[in-house]
Nanobody, 116 residues
Framework: QLQASGGGLVQAGGSLRLSCLAS????????MAWYRQAPGKERELVAA???????YYVDSVKGRFTISRDSAKNTLYLQLNTLKFEDTAVYYC????????????WGQGTQVTVSS
């Protein structure tokens, strides 16, 4: 199971760090990602990290967000810096065992609200 936390209300230009605790799963074998869904919009992939540490970011967050993982804590992180109003969304963590394809596990989502 995945449990996301760390969301909140922040002013534009501020920062937040999201966490996603993986339990009951072999953390080191998981390819993981953060998605977000804003009101009225489809869910989009924000960032992903492979088992070897390779990363991917959607263009809109490059240079502002950083995805990382801590095997000792079975935790995935997303550092959000220089937040913009358009970053407002529910953020979900996801995990899969395969390198490609659909994600098998999803967290419950954590709300990030950026005030302008």
């Amino acid at each position: 199971q995945l449990q996301a936390s760390g969301g909140g209300l922040v002013q534009a230009g501020g920062s937040l760090r999201l966490s996603c605790l993986a339990s009951g799963l072999t953390f080191d074998s998981l390819n993981m990602a953060w998605y977000r869904q804003a009101p009225g919009k489809e869910r989009e992939l924000v960032a992903a990290i492979g088992t070897g540490g390779s990363t991917y970011y959607v263009d809109s967050v490059k240079g502002r967000f950083t995805i990382s993982r801590d095997s000792a804590k079975n935790t995935l992180y997303l550092q959000l810096n220089t937040l913009k109003f358009e970053d407002t969304a529910v953020y979900y963590c996801a995990a899969r065992r395969s390198r490609y394809g659909a994600y098998d596990y999803w967290g419950q989502g954590t709300q990030v609200t950026v005030s302008s």
